[in-house]
């Protein structure tokens, strides 16, 4: 039990008689900088993150009818008829989805089922083979062998989207606060001590304010993913893009790492998480899609698709996941 | 000149600067071969650079020069390039000129050797850096491409300090080897340190004492690059753990 299931879900497995607090529970001993004063877990510090969406909190708690915020909200992300090849090997073949602003999607899957590689065509560090790709409204302009064909649009859309990868990829020569700046500063031209601020703000906000002068190398898997995400943040990000966040993780680093995406979802961030913690998916997601052979086999509000899954596939994946 | 024979002269005084002594003139040749070496690897290096990202990212064409390049400077033993481009250096630059309508130029020996020994370097150092650059894990310039970071600033920014832990060693070792391979100037009548000791002991006969002297310098040269190059690569590898632990 790494992480808390909300009421509204918790009907579907039964808790284990538990009182502690939640971040007891997600507590890592031996990491002092995470521990978050008992009754305020990070995800509901007071302060959320400057520009951050200020969504109301309730649109987590999504009516069962309709899995995401609802048509109101303008589009993050659109990917439609998306397809993509490695040589003669179709990974991908015609997948869509749409992320309207404060969305969660979750993508789950099997290993080499394409989710990586879906959420790498959204910022394009994989080239389609076909199909759109639609950001903050704006398509991103394409070659029609799929290649983008405007550089600056690309960077500019890129600077949009946080990434998050499964092994971090924090940059190894550089401290944590030096690669919160990195960017604001050396390509978004923010004037560095307005960048040092905010980043020791974001630092602060994943637990790691005692870290910035540290290099990558020599934290624990948690803390440099939590910096990864701070570093994302830093850009102040349109959305989020999550690729397996905690899969590189050991088992009890998991829990840290998930209350910072928890906290960011329930500030009404957008975000598209590629994952393997199905209950943390169905905590956090407004909408999931269950991706098999490079096609969508299923879709659908959390509840339904891990409660009442249709497809066998699905099932049968269910299963498997525990 | 009012010298006695040079077997009557200590060997302290031959080595000195007074009036007997070879001392300026070995000291002028350590000061050639230091500037040319560093006047060579510097070139080299912007070379170098070019070079392993022009063969990693560049068009067909520039690939395949690149490749005959190196391969070609790599292949052939550096006395004999050093003689080949100090001839075909010299005289193609002033057929170039005299076609132009100037008149031929004597070009200074040092940015010769300059030149010379720097496409060499250059040739070895396209090497090196290159695989310091395949070295650099793949993630590294994917969170930076993700961030929307522009492929100057990524190659400024992230591949090139990361490629410097990587081919610091490399890098290191050649240039030792450009010091050493001032010394294949003399074949050219440069007066660096090798050209420097052998006219001394020719005059002198004093062989025993110029060429362990020679050698002296050529080591200290090592060792103070060795020092520094330490300090260096200590710098270049911050944030990086101690594989031996
Ligand atoms: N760069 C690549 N070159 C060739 N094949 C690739 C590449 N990246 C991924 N693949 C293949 O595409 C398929 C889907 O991969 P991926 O999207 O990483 O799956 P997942 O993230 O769902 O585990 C796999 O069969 C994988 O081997
Ligand atoms: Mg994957």
């Given at each position: 039990m790494r992480f808390l299931i909300r009421p509204n879900t918790a009907a579907i497995k039964p808790q284990p008689p538990s009182n502690q607090a939640p971040s007891t529970l997600l507590h890592?001993?031996?990491?002092?900088?995470?521990?978050?004063p008992a009754s305020l877990p990070i995800y509901s510090l007071a302060k959320p993150i400057p520009g951050a969406p200020n969504l109301p909190k309730q649109r987590r708690d999504h009516m069962p009818d309709q899995g995401s915020t609802g048509a109101s909200q303008p589009i993050a992300i659109r990917v439609s008829a998306l397809r993509k090849s490695f040589g003669t090997h179709e990974v991908l073949k015609g997948v869509s989805l749409t992320a309207r602003e404060g969305d969660v999607v979750a993508i789950i899957g099997g290993s080499g089922s394409g989710k990586s590689t879906m959420l790498r065509c959204v910022n394009f560090l994989e080239t389609p083979s076909g199909g759109e790709i639609e950001i903050g409204g704006e398509k991103v302009a394409m070659r029609a062998e799929g290649t983008p064909s405007d550089r600056r649009q690309l960077e500019r859309l890129r600077q949009s989207l946080g990434m998050v990868f499964q092994n971090f990829?924090?940059?190894?020569?550089?401290t944590v606060l030096e690669n919160l700046i990195e960017v604001p500063v050396h390509v978004l031209k923010i004037p560095k001590a307005e960048a040092e601020a905010r980043a020791r703000q974001l630092l602060a906000r994943v637990g790691l304010a005692e870290k910035e002068g540290a290099y990558p190398a020599f934290m624990s898997g948690g803390q440099q993913q939590r910096a990864a995400i701070a570093r994302a943040l830093a850009m102040n990000p349109k959305a989020m893009l999550f690729?397996?966040?905690?899969?590189?993780?050991d088992p009890e680093l998991v829990g840290e790492v998930l209350q910072v995406i928890k906290g960011l979802a329930d500030e009404g961030r957008t975000m598209i998480l590629v994952t393997h913690e199905m209950k943390f998916a169905r905590e956090v997601a407004s909408h999931v899609i269950y991706l098999h052979n490079g096609i969508i086999e299923e879709e659908g509000p959390p509840d339904q698709l891990f409660g009442a899954p249709k497809s066998d596939r699905l099932k049968q994946f269910l299963k498997t996941v525990g | 000149m009012a010298c006695p024979p040079p077997s009557q002269i200590s060997a302290l005084e031959l080595l000195?600067?007074?009036?007997?002594?070879w001392g300026i003139s070995l000291v002028w040749g350590l000061g050639n071969s230091i500037v040319i070496a560093l006047g060579a690897y510097s070139l080299g290096f912007l070379i170098g650079i070019g070079g392993a990202f022009g063969k990693l990212y560049g068009g067909p064409i520039l690939k395949d020069l690149l490749a005959a390049y190196t391969t070609l400077v790599r292949a052939v033993p550096e006395l004999v390039l050093i003689l080949i481009l100090f001839y075909a250096f010299t005289g193609a630059l002033n057929e170039i000129l005299l076609s132009w309508g100037y008149d031929r130029i004597e070009i200074s020996p040092i940015v010769t050797g300059i030149v010379v020994l720097g496409l060499v370097q250059g040739a070895y150092q396209t090497e090196v850096i290159r695989g310091g650059i395949l070295a650099v894990p793949v993630g590294q310039l994917e969170a930076a491409r993700a961030m929307g970071m522009p492929s100057l600033t990524m190659a400024r920014r992230i591949t090139l300090p990361q490629m410097a832990a990587n081919a610091l060693p490399g890098l290191a070792n050649l240039w030792l080897n450009a010091t050493k391979d001032t010394a294949l100037l003399a074949v050219i009548g440069f007066s660096e340190l090798t050209r420097a000791t052998s006219s001394a002991s020719a005059s002198t006969k004093a062989f025993f004492v110029f060429y362990p002297a020679a050698m002296a310098l050529y080591l200290i040269i090592s060792l103070t690059s060795t020092l520094l190059i330490g300090r260096i690569e200590k710098w270049a590898r911050r944030g990086q753990r101690d594989v031996r632990t």
């Open positions: 890592n001993p031996d990491d002092k900088s995470v521990t978050p990829n924090l940059w190894t020569h550089k690729d397996e966040p905690t899969s590189a993780l | 000195g600067f007074g009036e007997c002594g």
